[in-house]
């Protein structure tokens, strides 16, 4: 691949050695892919249903566009000026200072996520298996559902292998590199990924209850709406669009150079991540309505709640089987950018080969991922983790899910809009400054999302809720 470079990136010859991106649909399907996972199809719905339907969604969509676009913009521009890393990226625009810890928090949080998304990934894998072996063929009860999905997940024999198996296949997409590995499996898996998840919608709007679904996704009832629905609304946005720590950062690293309008690639990635959140919602909620059931079924939702009422479907077992397919399906893009945030900062930064830092990341993962498999009964211990809700699971999970991507977030607006500059970033983006365009990301980068923000973090303190 040809690239140029400029004073501000590292010398020549590294960055012509550089995988990349082969193309502008590549790219945006790899960034989509990282965007599109379980956030949207497991924890979106749920936290939609807790959070009363309609008004927790507007809200979300108001964050993910007037915060999540600008941040996923402010990332771009930082990878596609340095072409490095998470970390040496904040080295290069900022030598000699501590911003680079901004790269670091974002590639921890890459380890302690990768190790909880991917027991949630093998929980989809292992109701796929179920789904194929015909488990939900004939109807069972919520409470049956129940008891068979507490048994699944606090059984270690079936859920660390199986979050074993989702590390490894991701991890090999990784070893290939970007453009052979990423983009090509990005292309392959994307387009099966919106198949399954267009039939399961169009099945499910035919449902009679599809209409008290769509009610209870659209019609907004303001008065519902809380603070802390507000907060879950903001982490969700953020986590949703694998935004706040570097991964944008990394993916915008391996662009081509001579790529300058970033603002359509940012603005597909963030409207195809919420049009599958919503999609998600469209699938699950008629198909509660019309089995009776409470919107309000919590993380247990994708897992309890739907296999009950696949079990009662004409042709539930093919649906079923469809369902956990695109759930293991958009887990597995979004894992691979976990890793390659990783890979690519000790590729980078410290020259590792990325056979390398690809065994050391998924080992890693796999160690720090059997605790978190093991939190919901398969240990005592891990069950129980200082008395945090879910465990090991529970604590990565809010701990970095939330509230470090948030806090990374604020960090890149920071440093984007006071620090290195608008300008340059704009320069990078292809935007002109004085445009609509400009005016409006500068001021959400320098204003808007650091006091949004802020006010969630200030929140926090103050009430001691984590979302
Ligand atoms: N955006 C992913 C999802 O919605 O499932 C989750 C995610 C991917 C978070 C990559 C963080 C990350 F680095």
């Not at 079924?297 to 079990?311: D, E, K, R, W």
Request: proline share 4%.
């Amino acid at each position: 691949m040809e690239v140029m470079t400029d004073q501000s990136s590292a010398p020549a010859q590294d960055a012509a050695r550089r995988d990349g991106f082969a193309s502008r649909v590549g790219f945006v399907l790899s960034a989509a892919g990282s965007a599109i996972g379980l956030g949207n199809i497991w924890r979106f719905p749920y936290m939609a249903g807790e959070g009363g339907g309609a008004a927790f969604v507007l809200v979300y969509i108001l964050f993910v566009l007037l915060l999540g676009f600008p941040v996923m913009m402010a990332e771009f521009s930082i990878g596609q000026a340095t072409r490095r890393g998470a970390v040496q990226s904040f080295e290069v625009l900022a030598p000699g200072t501590r911003w680079s810890w901004v790269g670091r928090l974002g590639v921890s949080a890459g380890y302690a996520i990768l190790a909880f998304y991917s027991a949630v990934a093998g929980w989809a894998l292992g109701y796929l298996e179920k789904s194929v072996s015909g488990a939900f063929a004939s109807p069972i009860s919520a409470d049956a559902s129940g008891e068979l999905f507490s048994s699944f997940i606090a059984s270690p024999v079936t859920s660390i292998p199986a979050a074993a198996l989702i590390i490894a296949l991701s991890a090999a997409v990784v070893f290939k590199g970007v453009g052979r590995g990423i983009e090509r499996a990005s292309f392959v898996l994307m387009p099966i990924f919106f198949l399954l998840l267009l039939g399961l919608a169009v099945h499910s709007l035919m449902l009679p209850g599809a209409g008290d679904g769509l009610r209870f996704l659209f019609k907004p009832d303001l008065s519902k709406l809380t603070v802390p629905i507000v907060m879950s609304a903001l982490g969700q946005a953020f986590f949703s669009l694998s935004i706040g720590m570097g991964v944008m950062v990394t993916y915008g690293s391996y662009l081509n150079r001579r790529e300058t309008g970033l603002a359509p690639l940012a603005l597909s990635s963030v409207a195809a991540d919420t049009g599958v959140a919503l999609l998600a919602g469209l699938i699950i909620f008629p198909a509660i309505f019309t089995a009776g059931m409470k919107p309000a079924g919590g993380p247990g939702l994708a897992f309890v709640t739907l296999p009950t009422i696949f079990s009662t479907l004409p042709m539930g077992s093919l649906i079923a089987t469809a369902f956990y397919a695109l759930l293991v399906i958009a887990a597995l893009t979004s894992i691979v950018s976990m890793i390659e945030l990783i890979a690519a900062d000790l590729v980078d930064r410290k020259g590792w080969t990325r056979g390398r830092a690809v065994l050391l990341i998924a080992g890693v993962g796999f160690l720090l991922g059997i605790p978190c498999a093991l939190s919901f009964g398969g240990s005592a211990f891990f069950t129980r983790f200082f008395g945090v809700p879910d465990g090991f699971f529970g604590l990565l999970n809010i701990a970095f899910g939330n509230l470090v991507m948030v806090l990374g977030g604020l960090f890149i607006c920071l440093f984007v809009g006071w620090k290195w500059g608008m300008p340059q970033a704009l320069k990078v983006l292809g935007i002109a400054e004085g445009k609509k365009l400009g005016v409006l990301l500068s001021f959400s980068i320098r204003w808007l999302c650091p006091a949004a923000i802020a006010a969630v973090l200030i929140f926090i303190v103050i009430t001691g809720k984590f979302f």
